[in-house]
T-cell receptor, first 115, second 114 residues
Framework: QKEVEQNSGPLSVPEGAIASLNCTYSDRGSQSFFWYRQYSGKSPELIMS????GDKEDGRFTAQLNKASQYVSLLIRDSQPSDSATYLC???????????????FGAGTRLAVHP | SQTIHQWPATLVQPVGSPLSLECTVE??????LYWYRQAAGRGLQLLFYSVGIGQISSEVPQNLSASRPQDRQFILSSKKLLLSDSGFYLC?????????????FGPGTRLTVT
Protein backbone atom coordinates (compact mmCIF):
# COMPACT_ATOMS: atom_id res chain seq x y z
CA GLN A 1 0.00 0.00 0.00
CA LYS A 2 1.55 3.24 -1.17
CA GLU A 3 1.45 5.91 1.53
CA VAL A 4 2.10 9.60 1.99
CA GLU A 5 2.68 10.84 5.53
CA GLN A 6 2.36 14.39 6.87
CA ASN A 7 2.33 15.85 10.34
CA SER A 8 -1.25 16.98 10.92
CA GLY A 9 -0.21 20.05 12.91
CA PRO A 10 -1.34 22.64 13.54
CA LEU A 11 1.92 24.35 12.67
CA SER A 12 1.80 27.81 14.17
CA VAL A 13 4.23 30.47 12.93
CA PRO A 14 4.36 34.24 13.42
CA GLU A 15 3.76 36.56 10.50
CA GLY A 16 6.94 37.10 8.50
CA ALA A 17 8.56 33.83 9.55
CA ILE A 18 9.42 30.81 7.39
CA ALA A 19 6.93 27.96 7.54
CA SER A 20 8.35 24.49 6.83
CA LEU A 21 5.99 21.69 5.87
CA ASN A 22 7.22 18.14 5.48
CA CYS A 23 6.06 14.99 3.73
CA THR A 24 7.42 11.46 3.36
CA TYR A 25 6.30 8.83 0.86
CA SER A 26 6.68 5.08 0.65
CA ASP A 27 6.88 4.36 -3.11
CA ARG A 28 10.54 4.64 -4.09
CA GLY A 29 9.60 4.65 -7.77
CA SER A 30 7.53 7.85 -7.56
CA GLN A 31 8.68 10.64 -9.87
CA SER A 32 6.11 13.43 -9.46
CA PHE A 33 5.30 15.41 -6.35
CA PHE A 34 2.80 18.15 -5.65
CA TRP A 35 1.66 20.56 -2.98
CA TYR A 36 -1.95 21.66 -2.76
CA ARG A 37 -3.34 24.39 -0.54
CA GLN A 38 -6.83 23.97 0.88
CA TYR A 39 -8.58 26.80 2.67
CA SER A 40 -11.24 25.82 5.18
CA GLY A 41 -14.41 24.77 3.38
CA LYS A 42 -12.83 25.08 -0.07
CA SER A 43 -11.36 22.66 -2.59
CA PRO A 44 -7.62 21.98 -2.95
CA GLU A 45 -5.62 24.28 -5.20
CA LEU A 46 -2.37 23.17 -6.85
CA ILE A 47 0.45 25.51 -5.82
CA MET A 48 3.70 23.64 -6.54
CA SER A 49 4.96 20.66 -8.48
CA UNK A 50 8.46 19.18 -8.39
CA UNK A 51 10.01 16.32 -10.33
CA UNK A 52 13.79 16.51 -9.76
CA UNK A 53 15.96 16.38 -6.67
CA GLY A 54 16.75 19.79 -5.23
CA ASP A 55 14.83 23.01 -4.84
CA LYS A 56 12.18 24.68 -6.97
CA GLU A 57 11.21 28.25 -6.17
CA ASP A 58 8.04 30.11 -7.10
CA GLY A 59 7.62 33.47 -5.40
CA ARG A 60 7.51 32.94 -1.64
CA PHE A 61 7.21 29.17 -2.05
CA THR A 62 10.07 26.69 -2.34
CA ALA A 63 9.55 22.97 -2.85
CA GLN A 64 12.39 20.65 -1.93
CA LEU A 65 12.74 17.03 -3.05
CA ASN A 66 15.11 14.33 -1.82
CA LYS A 67 14.30 11.05 -3.57
CA ALA A 68 16.99 9.09 -1.72
CA SER A 69 15.32 9.97 1.59
CA GLN A 70 11.79 9.84 0.08
CA TYR A 71 11.15 13.30 1.45
CA VAL A 72 9.38 16.37 0.07
CA SER A 73 9.05 19.71 1.79
CA LEU A 74 7.44 23.08 1.20
CA LEU A 75 8.92 26.29 2.56
CA ILE A 76 6.84 29.44 2.75
CA ARG A 77 8.92 32.56 3.23
CA ASP A 78 7.55 35.76 4.79
CA SER A 79 4.44 33.90 5.96
CA GLN A 80 1.23 35.89 5.90
CA PRO A 81 -2.06 35.32 7.74
CA SER A 82 -3.56 34.60 4.29
CA ASP A 83 -1.29 31.54 4.09
CA SER A 84 -3.27 29.94 6.93
CA ALA A 85 -4.69 26.79 5.36
CA THR A 86 -4.20 23.03 5.17
CA TYR A 87 -1.37 21.97 2.87
CA LEU A 88 -1.74 18.60 1.15
CA CYS A 89 1.24 16.67 -0.18
CA UNK A 90 0.50 14.44 -3.18
CA UNK A 91 2.61 11.85 -4.96
CA UNK A 92 2.01 10.65 -8.51
CA UNK A 93 1.72 6.91 -9.00
CA UNK A 94 1.55 5.11 -12.34
CA UNK A 95 -0.84 2.16 -12.26
CA UNK A 96 0.61 -0.16 -14.88
CA UNK A 97 -2.23 -2.67 -14.67
CA UNK A 98 -4.86 -0.08 -15.49
CA UNK A 99 -2.82 2.13 -17.79
CA UNK A 100 -3.64 5.25 -15.82
CA UNK A 101 -2.04 7.35 -13.14
CA UNK A 102 -3.31 8.75 -9.87
CA UNK A 103 -2.27 10.90 -6.96
CA UNK A 104 -1.84 9.59 -3.44
CA PHE A 105 -2.59 12.36 -0.93
CA GLY A 106 -1.34 12.87 2.57
CA ALA A 107 -3.87 13.88 5.22
CA GLY A 108 -2.50 17.43 5.23
CA THR A 109 -0.77 19.79 7.62
CA ARG A 110 -2.75 22.70 9.03
CA LEU A 111 -0.77 25.93 9.03
CA ALA A 112 -1.75 28.89 11.21
CA VAL A 113 0.06 32.19 10.68
CA HIS A 114 -0.60 34.61 13.52
CA PRO A 115 -0.04 38.39 13.34
CA SER B 1 -8.70 28.15 -20.14
CA GLN B 2 -10.22 25.14 -18.42
CA THR B 3 -12.90 25.36 -15.77
CA ILE B 4 -14.60 22.66 -13.74
CA HIS B 5 -18.06 22.96 -12.24
CA GLN B 6 -19.84 20.94 -9.59
CA TRP B 7 -23.36 21.10 -8.35
CA PRO B 8 -25.04 21.34 -6.06
CA ALA B 9 -22.64 23.15 -3.73
CA THR B 10 -24.40 21.93 -0.60
CA LEU B 11 -26.83 19.09 -0.04
CA VAL B 12 -28.64 17.70 3.00
CA GLN B 13 -30.27 14.32 2.42
CA PRO B 14 -31.97 11.78 4.71
CA VAL B 15 -30.61 8.27 5.14
CA GLY B 16 -31.95 5.95 2.45
CA SER B 17 -32.56 8.68 -0.12
CA PRO B 18 -30.92 8.68 -3.59
CA LEU B 19 -28.04 10.91 -4.62
CA SER B 20 -26.87 12.49 -7.83
CA LEU B 21 -23.89 14.85 -8.00
CA GLU B 22 -22.73 16.33 -11.27
CA CYS B 23 -19.37 17.53 -12.53
CA THR B 24 -18.64 19.18 -15.87
CA VAL B 25 -15.38 20.39 -17.37
CA GLU B 26 -15.01 23.15 -19.96
CA UNK B 27 -12.13 24.09 -22.21
CA UNK B 28 -10.56 20.67 -22.70
CA UNK B 29 -11.31 17.44 -24.51
CA UNK B 30 -11.08 13.82 -23.37
CA UNK B 31 -9.89 14.60 -19.83
CA UNK B 32 -9.30 12.01 -17.16
CA LEU B 33 -11.91 12.56 -14.45
CA TYR B 34 -11.85 11.65 -10.78
CA TRP B 35 -14.28 11.60 -7.84
CA TYR B 36 -12.86 12.00 -4.33
CA ARG B 37 -14.43 12.12 -0.90
CA GLN B 38 -12.96 14.03 2.01
CA ALA B 39 -14.40 13.22 5.42
CA ALA B 40 -14.16 15.91 8.11
CA GLY B 41 -10.52 16.39 9.11
CA ARG B 42 -9.37 13.58 6.84
CA GLY B 43 -7.41 13.19 3.63
CA LEU B 44 -8.74 12.70 0.12
CA GLN B 45 -10.07 9.25 -0.73
CA LEU B 46 -10.20 8.40 -4.44
CA LEU B 47 -13.59 6.86 -5.24
CA PHE B 48 -13.76 6.59 -9.05
CA TYR B 49 -11.75 7.54 -12.09
CA SER B 50 -12.59 7.63 -15.77
CA VAL B 51 -10.37 7.77 -18.85
CA GLY B 52 -13.24 8.13 -21.33
CA ILE B 53 -16.98 7.99 -22.00
CA GLY B 54 -18.52 4.95 -20.34
CA GLN B 55 -15.16 3.89 -18.84
CA ILE B 56 -15.38 3.90 -15.05
CA SER B 57 -13.15 2.22 -12.50
CA SER B 58 -13.70 2.08 -8.77
CA GLU B 59 -10.99 2.37 -6.17
CA VAL B 60 -12.98 1.17 -3.17
CA PRO B 61 -16.14 -0.92 -2.78
CA GLN B 62 -19.09 1.13 -1.58
CA ASN B 63 -22.73 1.94 -2.23
CA LEU B 64 -21.82 4.70 -4.65
CA SER B 65 -21.59 4.49 -8.43
CA ALA B 66 -20.30 6.77 -11.16
CA SER B 67 -21.14 7.35 -14.80
CA ARG B 68 -19.67 9.35 -17.65
CA PRO B 69 -22.40 9.88 -20.24
CA GLN B 70 -20.51 12.59 -22.12
CA ASP B 71 -16.83 13.41 -22.61
CA ARG B 72 -16.81 16.25 -20.09
CA GLN B 73 -19.54 15.13 -17.70
CA PHE B 74 -19.04 12.92 -14.66
CA ILE B 75 -21.86 11.89 -12.33
CA LEU B 76 -21.73 10.34 -8.86
CA SER B 77 -24.82 8.48 -7.70
CA SER B 78 -26.25 6.39 -4.94
CA LYS B 79 -29.55 4.54 -4.68
CA LYS B 80 -29.66 4.69 -0.86
CA LEU B 81 -27.49 6.99 1.19
CA LEU B 82 -25.82 5.93 4.45
CA LEU B 83 -24.79 8.20 7.31
CA SER B 84 -21.18 7.35 6.47
CA ASP B 85 -21.62 8.89 3.02
CA SER B 86 -21.47 12.37 4.54
CA GLY B 87 -18.45 14.37 3.42
CA PHE B 88 -16.99 16.79 0.93
CA TYR B 89 -17.16 15.38 -2.60
CA LEU B 90 -14.62 16.66 -5.04
CA CYS B 91 -14.38 16.18 -8.78
CA UNK B 92 -11.01 16.60 -10.45
CA UNK B 93 -9.70 16.52 -14.00
CA UNK B 94 -6.33 16.14 -15.65
CA UNK B 95 -5.14 16.05 -19.25
CA UNK B 96 -5.33 12.65 -20.92
CA UNK B 97 -1.53 12.49 -21.39
CA UNK B 98 -0.35 9.59 -19.20
CA UNK B 99 2.84 11.27 -18.00
CA UNK B 100 0.89 14.27 -16.74
CA UNK B 101 -0.11 13.89 -13.09
CA UNK B 102 -1.41 17.33 -12.10
CA UNK B 103 -5.08 17.24 -11.15
CA UNK B 104 -7.33 20.26 -10.88
CA PHE B 105 -10.27 20.28 -8.53
CA GLY B 106 -13.77 21.62 -8.80
CA PRO B 107 -15.36 23.65 -5.99
CA GLY B 108 -16.85 20.54 -4.36
CA THR B 109 -20.20 19.44 -2.96
CA ARG B 110 -20.70 19.27 0.78
CA LEU B 111 -23.08 16.40 1.56
CA THR B 112 -24.69 15.88 4.94
CA VAL B 113 -26.70 12.71 5.41
CA THR B 114 -29.13 12.98 8.32
Amino acid sequence: QKEVEQNSGPLSVPEGAIASLNCTYSDRGSQSFFWYRQYSGKSPELIMSIYSNGDKEDGRFTAQLNKASQYVSLLIRDSQPSDSATYLCAVGVLMFSGGYNKLIFGAGTRLAVHP
Amino acid sequence: SQTIHQWPATLVQPVGSPLSLECTVEGTSNPNLYWYRQAAGRGLQLLFYSVGIGQISSEVPQNLSASRPQDRQFILSSKKLLLSDSGFYLCAWKPQVTLSYEQYFGPGTRLTVT
